[in-house]
């Protein structure tokens, strides 16, 4: 304890006794009333007491102290809500019900009450609150610490662990955090955890463990591979990927289904061990009208299975009639030119017919090499071909005629032009200087474009991902995987400017220059290849194939081009709406991106255009989006496919429409592995400061001593003023008034 006082102290010593004196001395004197002694000895004391309480304020004593001003630790309590979460793997202590692992988690939560278990704690260091939230998808949401009706079903459709805990961390960002808990089977679905990135956040995450990490019993439909078109009255392969655990030897029934029509249905047995990449079926389908179909691979649901979301499959391809005319042109013989029109022979499906033009004889017979009249000048011979490849032309090598119908036939009649591009194409003589410049997908420069003879490796876009002429493999990653290690392309062409709805499907891997556009361009699109050497995608594994195997349809080159020459084909009526999706086949809980084209009667793009779309899904009821105008005459749209089935798009301006037609499936990410992922759980916490329990294994109260608070004892020293208190000034008016009375009833007053 402390004094202040700012008198000297001999006047206080002074002034107490002098009062003290002043009180004793003018009772002792007192003659008359005659008091007894006890009576002046009572009232003396109340007199001093009081006079002694008022010095005592005027000391003004301080007690002063250190004082914990700990801020509170967050910790923050992540938990898994997301499909995977429904599945069960055993029955509820002392009763007979099987309980999900979400059911789990609720159990353990309530039976573990972490706000007590932490409070009770506290110590120097502060105190530990948690804060809750569930998570699915790309989302996370705050919950009550006693759960009730805001925590109950499972939700979503892919589990994303890093996304979810760098947005709670985002939300508390610049507060303590004692650590995270994260509660979850560990299925993590959506790419792979950088864990590096996750252990720069510097925050031990403690990993709880939900559900059994000895793979259940199952049967699941992994994949299903098929061409995403189709040839109207040809057979056509699809494969089917199968993995099953626990019924080695097992027969059953697998079918085919067109819609709910069985196609096809065979007695397959389970092989003793499932290879990694599944057990494969293969099937034939052979459509018989053109138009979107809808296949379904089904299993039933056998006895002990851990779940029956992954039994089926579905995929949505398109139908198109058997044979497509190509026109391939070029101005000189090259490698681009050889290699296509081979490629485009040896298939069945295509028929091609090649030009090399050339302004002056000579013509040799029975060759290629043609005069530049060659070229179909009248509209109506120039629409018997599907698509016109036009190689490494200058611009003389076309009459302006030829030119112009060129446009028709892409703008006005919906056809498609592919450019293949070279140094004279691109050159200030070449195509981009011409007339068809108004179906090029970029804009002339100023100077000319420069060609970079660097080798180039590709990377699709994000729509490129999606993109159905860019699959070269029904896997996501594994398509990804054969795009990266495809054989470079020899040069590229840099130094332009996109047209503002261009659309970029690949671009160079370092520099993130367009290398794959295209443009719609009245009714119909064209596409540009603004780079060299693509005819040594032929050769993408010369170690497992032979020269000749290298170019035959088993090449991704030849995959490429047919799968881009038979999306290329399917050509817009003569409508002035124009409706597109990268994809006709999406899953539940994806965003569905929607494209509209408006021309006016001029096949002008028609700006602020008033677009009615609407969106009529197989078994709920329809509903209408908003299109946003991203460039002249390009409107856009986006929805989530939240229910499964075939869903009918139809876009309207004035009297016209297109429709278009999309299949939604159910996402089963969730249920592809069915078990406890205990690595990736013990890795996150390892590698974070933290530590892995099963959640069964683990109490509230074990969890206390395992998570320290981080913070180091802060203190602060504060002064209680003692003589400031209503209390002082009481006990003083209690001594007077006491003294007053005593004093009235002795008659001294």
């Known amino acids: 304890m402390q004094f202040k006082f700012y008198w000297p102290l001999w006047l206080l010593i002074i002034l107490l006794l002098f009062s003290a004196g002043g009180a004793v001395g003018t009772y002792l004197a007192l003659s008359t009333p005659r008091l007894p002694r006890i009576t002046k000895i009572g009232l003396i004391g109340l007199r001093v007491l009081a006079i002694l309480a008022l010095i005592f304020c005027l000391i003004q004593p301080v007690r002063i102290e250190q004082e914990n001003i700990n801020p509170v630790s967050n910790l923050l309590v992540l938990i898994d809500s997301t499909s995977s979460m429904s599945l069960v793997d055993a029955k509820t202590k002392n009763t007979s019900r099987l309980s999900s692992r979400l059911e789990v988690v609720e159990k353990w939560l309530f039976e573990n009450d972490l706000g007590h278990a932490f409070s009770a704690k506290s110590n120097l260091y502060g105190r530990i609150e948690p804060q809750f ?83 259940p019993s199952d049967v699941q439909i992994k994949k299903i591979e098929v061409n995403p078109i189709v040839y109207v009255g040809q057979k056509t392969p699809l494969r089917v990927s199968v993995y099953q655990k626990g019924f080695d030897r097992q027969k059953t029934e697998i079918s085919l289904r067109n819609n709910s029509n069985i196609v096809y249905s065979k007695t397959i047995t389970f092989a003793d061990e499932t290879p990694l990449g599944g057990q494969i079926i293969d099937f034939e389908i052979e459509p018989k009208a053109e138009g979107s179909l ?39 013989p ?90 004279v194409s691109l050159g200030n003589k070449g195509l981009l200087n011409s007339e068809l410049a108004d179906i090029l997908p970029i804009l002339a420069p100023k100077g000319s474009l420069l060609f970079s003879e660097t080798e180039v490796d590709l990377k699709l876009t994000t729509l490129g991902q999606q993109h159905s002429s860019m699959q070269l493999s029904p896997d996501f990653d594994q398509n990804q995987k054969i795009w990266h290690n495809l054989p470079a392309l020899s040069g590229w062409f840099r130094n332009f400017e996109l047209k503002s709805s261009a659309v970029v499907l690949a671009e160079h891997e370092s520099a993130s220059a367009p290398i794959l556009t295209y443009f719609q361009s009245g009714l119909g699109k064209s596409l540009l290849l603004s780079a060299e050497g693509s005819w040594r995608w032929a050769f993408e594994s010369t170690l497992q194939k032979s020269v000749v195997d290298q170019i035959t349809s088993s090449s991704h080159y030849t995959r490429f081009w047919l799968q881009t020459i038979r999306w290329l084909s399917a050509r817009a ?102 078990y406890l992922d205990k690595k990736l759980m013990s890795t996150l916490a390892s590698g974070t400061g933290g530590v892995y329990h099963q959640i069964d294994n683990i109490s509230a109260e074990k969890l206390t001593d395992l998570i320290p608070n981080p913070s180091k004892p802060v203190y602060q020293t504060v002064e209680h003023q003692l003589w400031d208190h209503p209390l002082i000034f009481l006990f003083v008016l209690i001594l007077l008034g006491g003294e007053w009375l005593w004093r009235k009833r002795c008659g001294l007053i």
């Open 294 to 332: 809808t296949y379904t691979i089904q299993l039933p649901i056998l006895e002990g299975e851990a779940t029956a979301e992954n039994n089926q499959k579905s995929v949505t391809i398109r139908a198109v009639k058997s044979k497509l005319m190509v026109l391939l042109v070029d101005g000189y």
């Open 573 to 674: 009526s003569n409508n002035p709406i124009h409706l597109t999706s990268a994809r006709m086949n999406y899953q539940i809980g994806q965003t569905v991106e929607l494209i509209v084209y408006a021309y006016d009667a001029n096949f002008m793009p028609m700006t602020q255009a008033e677009i009615k779309l609407d969106i009529i899904p197989s078994d709920n009821l329809s509903f209408q989006l908003p299109t946003d105008e991203i460039s002249e005459g390009v409107y856009r749209s986006t929805f989530t496919a939240s229910t499964t089935g075939r869903y009918i798009i139809q876009a309207s301006i004035s009297n016209s429409e297109d429709e278009i037609e999309i299949q939604v499936d159910s996402n089963t990410s969730e249920f592809e592995r069915p």
């Open 334 to 423: 090259r490698w681009e030119y050889t290699f296509l029109k081979r490629t485009l022979k040896k298939n069945v499906d295509t028929e091609v017919k090649g030009m090399i033009l050339k302004n002056s004889p000579p013509f040799p017979t029975n060759s290629d090499i043609k005069s530049i009249e060659a070229f179909p000048t009248k509209i109506e011979d120039l629409l018997k071909y599907d698509i016109v490849v036009l190689g490494d032309l200058s611009s003389n090598q076309l009459s302006i005629d030829q030119k112009r119908i060129l446009v028709d036939y892409v703008q006005q009649f919906g056809r498609s032009v592919v450019f293949l591009s070279g140094a």
């Open 133 to 215: 939230y569930q998570f699915w998808d790309d989302q996370i949401s705050k919950i009550a610490p006693d759960l009730g009706a805001n925590f109950s079903l499972p939700k979503g459709y892919e589990t994303d662990l890093q996304s979810s805990i760098n947005q709670v961390v985002l939300q508390w960002r610049g507060q303590p955090l004692a650590g995270i808990i994260l509660i979850s089977d560990g299925g993590h679905n959506v790419g792979t955890i950088d864990f590096e990135e996750i252990r720069k956040l510097q925050i031990p995450i403690y990993t709880l463990g939900v559900g059994n990490e000895n793979q």
